[in-house]
């Protein structure tokens, strides 16, 4: 098994993460950094000068495209586009509600609705998971060739948390516990695959190292 680290980040402040905060309506282009997120995703890239990243992946999402952009700024990297790294899909309800999603969100119904269920216009417990496990293949084919820096979402990151911490027994149940791992906008996260022994027993595979660094924050 060839060593593969992947620096996994949070898109910057967007407008909608602003205008959820003051709790008000989301603004047209809600989806665009805010001109925090901007700072935040430049403060990234000179976080990230000399961890050896040479290139990033970003969700097709605005918001994560131009953190890429803003992190970029600063490294000169080429930006390439996963549409699998998108954020957690909600549902319809969900959308229409906002800025109040009441018990619309899918952390309410997921943890006890079968795998496969998913509320209209959102994604299942299944579908997100497979997205996730379609990037770590991806990411895994090209071990030793890159360091490589996927910019994602925090619904994005914390299943692929669970996924690394109870592999094939991750189920609905996790995602509540696992959204009590607060993850800050433009946070790094650390994993690396890799083979280990400790106490006599055999840990291959993926390890957390490092979960929502803010020391650039």
Excluded at 118 to 137: H, I, N, Q, T, Y
Excluded at 143 to 149: K, N, Q, S, V
Excluded at 180 to 194: D, E, K
């Amino acid at each position: 098994m060839t060593d593969l680290t992947l620096h996994l980040v949070r898109h910057g402040e967007s407008l909608a993460n602003e205008s959820d905060k003051a709790g008000r309506p989301r603004p047209a282009d809600w989806d665009a950094l805010s001109s925090r997120g901007w700072e935040q995703a430049r403060g990234l890239g000179r976080r990230l000068e000399g961890h050896g990243i040479e290139v990033i992946v970003a969700s097709t999402m605005r918001r994560a495209q131009e953190t890429a952009q803003g992190i970029n700024e600063v490294l000169g990297l080429g930006i390439e586009t996963d549409p699998d790294l998108h954020e957690l899909k909600q549902s319809d309800a969900f959308y229409g509600s906002m800025p109040e999603s009441g018990d619309t969100a899918s952390l309410n119904w997921m943890p006890t609705a079968p795998r496969d269920h998913a509320e209209p216009g959102a994604e299942s417990f299944d579908a997100m998971l497979a997205r996730v496990v379609r990037v770590r293949e991806r990411m895994e084919a090209r071990a030793g060739d890159e360091r490589i820096l996927l910019v994602t979402h925090y619904g994005w990151l914390h299943f692929f948390l669970g996924h690394v911490l109870f592999g094939d027994d991750f189920g609905p149940e996790h995602v509540v516990p696992l959204w009590y791992a607060a993850h800050a906008n433009t946070g790094i996260s650390m994993f690396q695959r890799r083979n280990r022994r400790m106490d006599g027993m055999d840990f291959d595979g993926w390890h957390l190292i490092t979960w929502n660094d803010q020391t650039h924050l």
